[in-house]
């Protein structure tokens, strides 16, 4: 009797469940399926030879695996337990045997990892003048930060098609992980004060497709580390640089004066950066440490609200603006006092024309 002849057939069925488990890594933002985040559809330079790293590496790991359990699995059968059959020969301390086990898996040893050196220092220096990005993780969300641009922005990290990008990671409280699937990544954002600016870590990747790249935080931060989301965003070149003028203006035709009222009354001005309205200072890059939200100030023209987990139309924003625990349970929006149904009618459309 097997553990499998313990379960009647008609239960068989119940042995899929646990395959359920691998589907729940398949749901990506309703309504921005853009890209698919498999990791093996490999983009830019980078991912490519990371990924020819991992095929290799994998392919000695099923070799070792196969041979072992071959080996293993016919020593059960050749010496199962027999009236007429005596102990097989004993081998323990068998020279010839020791140096063959300990010679083999050094050979495996070493043949993933020459080449797993080799592309750690390939890796290392982008190949041309790269565009320089400041990630900083938040609980839960990110900001990207242009320095030769003078821009801020979040959730949306907008690269130009071809270009290395290299990024300089930290973090604003716990440590985080910037991964892309599709293109690069992961690597760990910490807490980094000014003092210590060398604990920052950098890496660079490129795009060689425009398109739209789901990234993911991987490394666990806390209750909403799953909806810790962002979206990077390769353009063509000449793209990429309006995007950039785009970024740099105050929005023009914003609607709701209404709506800007109510951004400074319900308090949404303590959190949030937005050069439309007057007291905030242009794309300061605030100190690390304070509250901060997302600068708003183009947050019409992004993908996606909440750290990347709401496609971003009036119904999701007026859902997160009314309930913003509700989305995102333990999120750090916190209203200072719910808002009025009148001021959540002003600021849609007021938030929405940020562009
Ligand atoms: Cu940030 Cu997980």
Known sequence: MTWLGALAPRRWPLLLLPAALLFTGCDITPGLRTDAANTFAYNGYVAHRVGDLFINTFVWAVIVFVVVMGVFFFALWRFRARPDHPIPSQVHGNTKFELAWTIAPTLVLVIVTVPTIQTLFELENPPSTPLEVEVIGHQWWWEFHYPDQQLTTASDLHIPVGQPVRVSLRSNDVIHSFWVPRLAGKRDSFPVPDSTPWRKNHMWFNATDPGTYYGQCAEFCGLEHAQMRFYV???????????????KQVPTGV?????QAAFVRGGCIACHVNNTTDTQIPNAPV???????PNLTHVGSRLSLAGGI?????????????????VKPG?????P?????????????YLRSLR
């Open 233 to 247: 965003v390769a353009q063509p070149a000449a793209e990429f640089q309006a995007w950039v003028q785009a970024q």
């Open 255 to 259: 609607t709701a004066e209404a709506g």
């Open 310 to 326: 709401l496609e971003n139309n009036d119904a999701n924003l007026a859902r997160w603006l009314r309930n913003p625990d509700e």
């Open 337 to 349: 006092n719910p808002l009025s149904e009148d001021d959540i009618r002003d600021l849609v459309p």
């Open 287 to 293: 100190p690390v440490g304070q509250v901060r939200g």
């Open 331 to 335: 999120t750090r929006m916190k209203l």
